[in-house]
């Protein structure tokens, strides 16, 4: 570690995973409540399991982002922190707020939570990612200025380059978006336009700017690859990612109420938006076999070279497969949706927080890389993760396909639970993949703990 | 990639073309924003359709159901549950008539206990939905 104030890094990342854990199991009871409907009802029903594991994904993702960005700033910029007791106290206060609004999902009825927290003054709540109190969504306001200001502080004050630009351009878009969180007007139409704003320009934007940097900042270090050649590679994916993706909003626009053309710009742009992560997919290979140096953490390697793979598959195959607005009229709202998300999400941004864990944690505890048995043991997790993720992302597609097919397309559509029944087996194997997930899960954090005694030869 | 493209070209491309299509996407927003009015049904928009939106969003019917084909995929789409029901008072019943501790072994809707203004309400709000222009989606009753 370069600089002492890196270390904060650690915290955000040791949270990150945590927060991750409960997601999976949050995930693996929802699995089970959609083939055994009354599992834990009425004391945690669907909503409130599903609530808690899509926040808590967006939670820890964004821990995981700002950990990145606490660890890669100050070696970009070739500087301390601009403020490190600033980064520790966000730390505790999203940490608290963040526990906080998930004991608030699982403790009161949702109904009581708004009467709670004076919703009526603002509503913001009930929407889809964005159920948090309107409370807690000032809180994120305020973590993130105080954290953009602080790695903001960092850039500018120290060396500027490629790679924190693109991650401070991303942090601002970040901040930025989220703020149509905040505009809930009664009209549906407006309501829903302006969320996909915070939603999509998040996921199919500037996140993937964060993505990007955070990358090239693993690639550079990992590879040995001269800089000049990777910030090209990085310029190159996100001109592609954002000349296909803004304008590829319009494939959310199709069925809400918006004028038919956004079908013509929807599908055609979003059609491009695979580019972008295929080119990643390049750059991340490309990168690894002209490598200069063969750096002793070969898990940090896979994980770089996983995301961009999975990324590619997750949001670049598996969002064409739905998004051409003829297609998307009979597979809107279905199991292929449910399919494309889970694989995207974890293809590009847990995979991407996992590969500067797994970069950075190491040094952080002194050492520039795990031991052997740690390794292997983290390639596990990293193939049981992700395999069984792919499965999942299969089993939904076959349920996805069945269910269009049963309740849209056939000449005698069903309705919709007679059909939830039918393709009840496809939720059973979903169900054990997530298990299998889980396994990887608990096996990742198992390597954390693998005795550090045999030294690694670079 | 050959030196005749240099970085200086793709930093060019990234400003450029980010740029142009933002203020693309900001000019395609406002149109769509100036044609809504002949599209979303607005005239439908009561005191208590906006009371119904609020019983839908603090009870986060979203967590479980679609509406216009947005939402978790674990309950019916709801856009067009008025039609799919036949009447405003079938949708109410069925609300009411949710067993509050469920129904062994099968998906259920939890009973809200919602007082008969907010029902309304919400039936209201889920017939206003029913009216905005979705380009014929959802392909059939069905949702």
């Known amino acids: 570690m370069k600089y002492q104030s890196q270390s904060v890094a650690k915290l955000y990342f040791i949270a990150a995973i945590g927060l991750f854990v409960g997601q999976i199991l ?9 083939v055994m409907g009354d599992f834990l009802f009425p004391y945690i ?14 939670v820890w993702l964004l821990f995981g982002f700002m950990g990145a960005a606490y660890y890669l700033v100050p070696e970009e910029a070739e500087r301390e922190l601009y403020a490190p007791w ?24 949702y109904a009581e939570l708004a009467k709670l927290t004076m919703n009526d003054l603002l509503p913001t709540m009930g929407r889809e990612f964005l159920e948090q109190p309107t409370i807690t969504k000032v809180g994120i306001v305020i973590v993130a200025l105080s954290f953009l200001f602080n790695v903001g502080m960092t850039v500018l004050t120290g060396r500027k380059t490629v790679v924190t630009i693109v991650l401070l351009t991303g942090l601002t878009g970040l901040a930025v978006f989220f703020l149509f969180a905040f505009y809930n007007p009664v009209n549906v139409v407006l309501d829903k336009f302006f969320w996909w704003w915070v939603v999509h320009l998040w996921v199919e934007g500037v996140w993937e700017l964060i993505m990007g940097a955070i990358l090239a900042f693993v690639l550079i270090k990992i590879t040995g690859v001269d800089r000049e050649v990777i910030e090209k590679w990085l310029y190159i994916i996100i001109a592609l990612t954002l000349i296909s993706g803004i304008i590829g909003t319009g494939h959310h626009y199709f069925w809400i109420g918006a004028p038919g053309y956004w079908q013509w710009f929807g599908s055609i742009f979003s059609a491009l938006e695979p580019i972008p992560f295929f080119v990643m997919t390049l750059f991340a290979f490309n990168m690894v076999n002209k490598r200069r140096r063969e750096h002793p953490n070969k898990v940090a390697t896979l994980w770089a070279l996983g995301t961009a793979v999975m990324a590619f598959l997750g949001a670049g195959v598996w969002g064409f497969l739905h998004t051409l607005s003829p297609v998307n009229y009979y597979t809107h709202g279905t199991q292929i949706t449910a399919a494309h998300g889970h694989m995207a999400f974890y293809g590009a941004y847990v995979m991407i927080v996992l590969t500067i864990i797994s970069y950075s944690m190491p040094i952080m505890r002194g050492r520039t890389a795990n031991g052997p048995k740690s390794q292997v043991m983290e390639m596990w997790s990293f193939w049981l993760m992700t395999v069984s993720m792919v499965f999942i992302t299969l089993f939904l597609t076959g349920a996805g396909i ?21 393709i009840e087996l496809f939720y059973w194997l979903r169900e054990i993949a997530g298990v299998i997930f889980l396994i990887g899960l608990i096996l990742y954090i198992m390597s954390f703990f693998v005795k550090h005694d045999d030294e690694v030869t670079a | 990639m050959k030196e005749t493209f240099t970085k200086g070209m793709a930093r060019n491309i990234y400003y450029g073309g980010s740029l142009f299509f933002l203020l693309l996407f900001f000019a395609l927003s406002f149109d769509t924003v100036s044609e809504l009015p002949d599209r979303d049904n607005r005239a439908a928009i009561t005191e208590s359709v906006e009371l119904g939106k609020k019983v839908w969003e603090v009870n986060n019917c979203i967590g479980c159901h679609t509406l216009l084909g947005e939402g978790a995929y674990f309950a019916p789409e709801l856009g067009n549950v008025v039609k799919r029901y036949g009447s405003k008072a079938a949708v109410k019943a069925f609300i009411m008539s949710r067993p509050a501790a469920g129904v062994p072994g099968r998906r259920s809707m939890p009973q809200f206990g919602l007082s008969e203004e907010e029902l309304q309400g919400v039936a209201d709000f889920l017939e206003y939905v029913g009216g905005i222009n979705t380009e014929n989606w959802p392909p059939n009753i069905q949702g």
């Open chain 1, 26 to 34: 949050f995930g693996v009871t929802m699995g089970l409540q959609y």
């Open chain 1, 45 to 58: 029903p669907f909503n409130v399991a599903r609530m808690v594991h899509t926040n808590l994904l967006i």
């Open chain 1, 86 to 109: 600033l980064a520790k106290l966000m730390f505790w206060i999203f940490l608290v707020a963040g526990a906080a609004t998930i004991l608030g999902y699982l403790l009161v009825p």
């Open chain 1, 402 to 422: 069945l269910q269009v097919y049963l309740q849209r397309y056939s000449d005698t559509p069903l309705g919709f639970m007679v059909v939830q029944d039918k």
